[in-house]
C-alpha cells in the first residue's frame, strides 16, 4: 500500500465504483439548474437523462470551480483520516481555475501539517481524458512507485491523454456563447457535427466542421488511427465518455472492431455534470495514450 493519497476532482467523468476500485479520493464541483445548486457528485443524486431534459425544458445550467476553502476541507480531512502525504490532480486550467485554488489550500493545509506534503498537478485534461489519466497513475501507484516518481512521470506524460469529441446538439454551446448564433443554427440546419479536441494548454479547441454523426464518428475513428502509440496496434487502455448513450454505444463497439489489441474492453462513462452542464446532450468524447498534443 501507498505511503500517500491519490487524489482528483469529481470532473475526471467515471463513476464511484470506479473511483473506489481504483482507491481515489476526489472532490465534487458544483452545478446549477436556474438558481439551485447541485454538488457533481458522479451522478449519484441526479439521472444524466434528467439534467439535460431540464436543460431542454428551458432551464439555464452553469457550473461553479471548486474553491479555496473546499480544498482546504478536503486535504484536510484526508490529513486527519490516514495521515499521509497527497498527490491532487486536478481538472484542466485550460478549462477552469480550480488548480490555482487547489495550489493556494496546498501551500494552507502544509502550513497546518508541517510534516505533510501535498503535491498539485494541472492535468491539462478534461471529462474521461481526465479520468484515464488518473487510471494511468493509479496503475504507477499500485506498482509501488514513491510520490516523487509519480509525480514527475505525470508531468512528464500527461499530454499523451488524446482527446477528440464530437456533438451533435449545438443548443448548449449557442447558449453559452461558443458558438455564434448564426452559425449555431445554420450548423444544425445543415446537420453539421463539430469536431474538437484539448490543446497542449488543456484548452476545448474546434478543429473540424463535418456533417452528419456517421461521418464525424468515422473521423473521430481515423484521427485514433492516426495518433494512437503504435496505430491500429495499440495496447493501451481507450475511455469514452458521451451524453449520447445509443452513439456512446455504437462507437464503443467501433472501437472495439478497429483495435484488437486494446488493453481490456473500451470503458464507457456517462460526461459529467460539469462538463454536461455545457455541453448539452448529443456528445461522444474519445480518450487514448498517443502522440503528446503539441498544438
Avoid at 481524458?129 to 512507485?145: F, S, T, V
Avoid at 444544425?188 to 469536431?195: D, E, G, K, T, V
Avoid at 466542421?209 to 461521418?215: A, D, G, V, Y
Avoid at 468524447?285 to 502522440?291: D, H, P, Q, R
Wanted: aromatic letters at 10%; a neutral charge; proline letters at 3%.
Amino acid at each position: 500500500m501507498a505511503d500517500y493519497i491519490v487524489s482528483c476532482c469529481s470532473a475526471a467523468d467515471v463513476s464511484p465504483e470506479w473511483m473506489q476500485k481504483r482507491d481515489l479520493r476526489y472532490i465534487c464541483f458544483s452545478f446549477f439548474l436556474n438558481d439551485t445548486e447541485y454538488k457533481d457528485d458522479l451522478w449519484v443524486t441526479m439521472r444524466p437523462e434528467d439534467m439535460y431534459r431540464r436543460m431542454l425544458a428551458g432551464e439555464v445550467s452553469k457550473t461553479s470551480q471548486i474553491s479555496v476553502v473546499d480544498y482546504v476541507e478536503h486535504f484536510r480531512k484526508l490529513i486527519n483520516e490516514e495521515d499521509k502525504d497527497i498527490l491532487h490532480v486536478t481538472l484542466s486550467s485550460g478549462i477552469t481555475g480550480t488548480y490555482n485554488a487547489a495550489v493556494l489550500a496546498a501551500k494552507q493545509v502544509e502550513d497546518e501539517f508541517p510534516k505533510r506534503k501535498i503535491v498539485v498537478i494541472d492535468s491539462l485534461a478534461a471529462s474521461s481524458g481526465y479520468g484515464l489519466l488518473m487510471d494511468y497513475i493509479a496503475d504507477k501507484r499500485d506498482e509501488g512507485w514513491t510520490l516523487p516518481q509519480l509525480a514527475a512521470w505525470t508531468e512528464e506524460n500527461k499530454l499523451h491523454i488524446v482527446h477528440w469529441f464530437f456533438s451533435t446538439d449545438l443548443t448548449f454551446y449557442i447558449r453559452g456563447g461558443r458558438v455564434s448564433k448564426a452559425s449555431g443554427y445554420i450548423g444544425m440546419a445543415l446537420s453539421i457535427c463539430p469536431l474538437l479536441n484539448v490543446d497542449y494548454k488543456g484548452r476545448l479547441i474546434p478543429r473540424e466542421k463535418i456533417r452528419t454523426k456517421k461521418k464525424v464518428m468515422k473521423r473521430q475513428l481515423e484521427k485514433m488511427i492516426e495518433q494512437a502509440e503504435n496505430g491500429l496496434d495499440y495496447d493501451g487502455k481507450c475511455f469514452i465518455s458521451q451524453s449520447d448513450p445509443e452513439a456512446g454505444e455504437e462507437f464503443r463497439r467501433m472501437v472495439e472492431d478497429t483495435f484488437p489489441k486494446l488493453k481490456g474492453k473500451v470503458q464507457l462513462f456517462p460526461i459529467g455534470a460539469t462538463v454536461g452542464a455545457h455541453t448539452g446532450p448529443g456528445t461522444v468524447a474519445l480518450f487514448f495514450w498517443g502522440k503528446k498534443r503539441e498544438d
